[in-house]
């Protein structure tokens, strides 16, 4: 089996693994009772035992590994760090024919439905990570999950009031990369809607060309049909002139 086939193969696998991991740490850290805690840390287990595995295979298939480790390094990433595997879901958006037919065959479209999908994400994520280091931390400020979502928010949108902080290391490096995420995605947003203006003025601008040569040459077809019908009209004067200079004909002659 080939790289290409198996990541093929691994695709919908990995898409289901993603899911699944998304609900059981939802449920880790939101839900109460040692049962739910130990279902939910096994199906963690799981899915971070398929992630590995997948990474493993694809790099002992990989015909240059040292260029393909250095090419994948964000999937080295979503083995290690458990929290950024949920982020394998914005696939979705390549393999749903739904989201295409959304966002169209243009390039911005893709971008915007990134866009939008890893900020829902890197909110969630954000928020259950915050919620579940900085709950039963001293002097925490971040006491509920609706705490850490409005942190969250606060935070990628770098508006960052101040009324809500992670008091943990665990939380200020998860503060970190939600600022690094949120920066990044608000360049994403703000070179997108540049291109779009440019776009729209650039077009605006093609149009009045457009319409300033189709006027020059109306004008131009109006006086090519001026000059002929003036030549089509003589002058009478000249027509005289004309009519006097011919020679007569013997028969036309009259006999004086």
Not at 11 to 29: C, G, K, N, T
Not at 184 to 193: C, K, M, Q
Request: a neutral charge; proline letters at 4%.
């Amino acid at each position: 089996m080939t790289l290409e086939r198996w990541e093929k193969v691994s695709e919908w696998p990995l898409m289901i693994a993603s899911i699944l991991f998304l609900f059981s740490y939802s449920l880790q850290v939101l839900a109460a009772g040692p049962e739910v805690s130990a279902i939910s840390q096994a199906i963690v287990i799981i899915t971070w035992a398929i992630f590995a595995v997948d990474y493993l295979v694809s790099l002992a298939m990989a015909p240059k590994r040292v260029s393909w480790f250095v090419r994948h390094l964000p999937d080295l990433a979503i083995v290690a760090l458990p929290a950024l595997r949920p982020l394998r879901l914005l696939r979705l958006v390549t393999l749903l024919a739904v989201l295409q037919k959304v966002a169209g065959n243009a390039l911005r479209g893709r971008v915007v439905t990134y866009v939008v999908s890893a900020s829902a994400l890197l909110i969630y994520m954000a928020a259950l990570a915050m919620y579940d280091a900085e709950r039963s931390a001293v002097g925490a400020t971040i006491l509920s999950f609706g705490d850490a979502i409005w942190w969250a928010f606060t935070t990628i949108t770098t508006v960052g009031y101040g009324d809500l902080s992670p008091v943990t290391a665990t939380g200020r490096i998860i503060a970190v990369g939600l600022m690094i995420g949120g920066i990044t995605l608000l360049g994403i947003v703000t070179a997108t809607l540049a291109s779009w203006l440019v776009e729209k003025v650039s077009e605006q601008d093609q149009a009045q060309q457009v319409a300033t040569v189709d006027h020059i040459e109306a004008l131009r077809l109006e006086v090519v049909g001026l000059r002929e019908e003036l030549a089509a009209r003589k002058d009478p004067a000249a027509d005289a002139r004309s009519a006097l200079s011919m020679p007569v004909r013997g028969e036309d002659a009259g006999v004086v």
